[in-house]
């Protein structure tokens, strides 16, 4: 989150919304990634991603203990929540599209920059690029194989048996 803001010139119209936890922590980045980005729901044509919302640009104020609250500036996104956990009404996984419109239900290349929470769940947030660089990595939800461990590229996706990986993309000669 590099979107911290001065106070003196907030925007009136905007939400803030107050989140009470650390800030996250940064578990990699990563450039230059295919991903596919999921359509929202069009409930007329029935087709699209019932889980893919759209966020209002908004304020988020992140107040945690012995700490300063520090607040940021979000803008507009899709958000797609994966792996319930029931038992605490949340999910595992949060990923964030910083995308256009015209980029829904497509694959895209993207920036993506993985984060930790303070509740143990996972938010990955895509910055759409526009960039005649080659694609350099894909990335993948999967089970988690026996004997796997969290690494660079290799994420654990707390209390589930799954992971998130960052695969290099192979160039063919």
């Not at 980045?29 to 359509?39: Q, Y």
Request: include cysteine.
């Amino acid at each position: 989150m590099d979107n911290e803001v001065d106070v003196t010139t907030l925007d009136p119209s905007l939400e803030t919304r107050v989140i009470k936890a650390a800030l996250p922590k940064k578990l990699g980045s990563f450039i230059s990634v295919i991903i596919n980005v999921p359509a929202p729901r069009d409930e007329n044509a029935n087709t699209g991603d019932k889980h893919m919302k759209l966020v209002l640009e908004h304020y988020l104020r992140v107040d945690y203990s012995s700490k300063v609250a520090q607040l940021f500036h979000v803008p507009e996104h899709y958000v797609r929540y994966d792996f319930s956990i029931p038992s605490e009404n949340r999910s595992a996984i949060s990923r964030h599209f910083y995308v256009s419109r015209e980029s829904l239900g497509k694959k895209i290349l993207a920036n993506a920059e993985v984060l930790r929470n303070s509740d143990g769940s996972i938010s990955v947030n895509f910055i759409e690029i526009n960039s005649v660089v080659p694609p350099a990595w894909t990335m993948s939800m999967r089970p988690l194989k026996d004997g796997e461990l969290e690494n660079q590229t290799l994420f654990l996706i707390a209390k589930t048996d799954k992971c998130l990986e960052f695969v290099p993309v192979v160039r063919r000669s």
